[in-house]
């Protein structure tokens, strides 16, 4: 070894009390975690009631605009582009709840207004059920403009009160789970449509007006099954929301 070149010794205990530095700062991290630890997002009655009800209610979502079409053409001889003129009437009540329900909400008891507008959406998905040959489709449209409404009235208060009980460190996940869970159900939806109305089928012919009554009548009651949740809701929700406003 040349004479210029000199190795570096380490004392002894200089390996061992890196070591142990790196201890110290792995307990006092793992303290810190504990002291702050994560917070769990299902504990948060709001959001747990938003994904649950929220969830039921979208089940007709995904379903309606699968099995009415289906229905109008193969069983009232609709084009495919009549059909879809007729669904627009729910997506022009949808819109036109949102000029007028916010300035409900600010009167109203939001949970009351929650339960109405889920059981008026649940019946107007079922009485689609009794759709048949002679039913006129203004009479069909008005009854889809009717569900827009008081569906828009449900899932603006429903999606508001979400982040209400909520840690503002946990907004971040909680959206996250929020859209995953409604891709989920909205998809559910379609899958529990298209399994009634195959129960309900019993022949390869086009089906009758009246083989899709049980797929509209099961996902009604499926998605009414929304008011349990809502009923868990505390009574002053309205209160907590206006001032988290």
Request: a positive charge; one cysteine or more; charged letters at 15%.
């Amino acid at each position: 070894m040349p004479p210029f070149v000199r190795p570096i010794r380490r004392p002894a205990g200089a390996r061992r009390g890196s070591c142990g530095s790196r201890a110290r700062l792995s307990l006092s991290c793992a303290q810190g975690r504990g002291a702050n630890p994560r917070p769990r997002l299902l504990r948060a009655t709001t959001l747990h009631v938003s994904l649950w009800a929220g969830g039921l209610q979208r089940l007709a979502v995904g379903g309606l605009p699968f099995l009415l079409p289906l229905m109008l053409q193969q069983s009232l001889d609709m084009s495919p582009l009549d059909a879809g003129k007729v669904l627009i009437a729910s997506a022009t009540g949808g819109l036109a709840a949102r000029f007028f329900v916010p300035w409900l909400l600010d009167r109203l008891d939001i949970r009351a207004v929650m339960a109405a507008c889920a059981l008026g959406a649940s019946i107007g998905t079922g009485v689609l059920a009794a759709v048949d040959r002679t039913t006129p489709v203004w009479l069909i449209a008005a009854c889809l403009a009717i569900v827009g409404v008081v569906r828009s009235g449900f899932f603006i208060p429903a999606t508001a009160i979400a982040y209400v009980d909520l840690d503002p460190r946990a907004i971040g996940q909680a959206t996250v789970l929020l859209t995953m869970a409604q891709q989920f159900s909205i998809s559910l939806g379609v899958s529990l449509s298209a399994g009634l109305l195959h129960n309900s089928v019993c022949s390869d012919a086009s089906p009758p007006a009246a083989n899709f009554a049980l797929a509209f009548a099961g996902i009604g009651f499926a998605s009414s099954l929304s008011l349990i949740w809502i009923t868990r809701l505390r009574a002053n929700i309205g209160e907590a929301l206006r001032q988290a406003d």
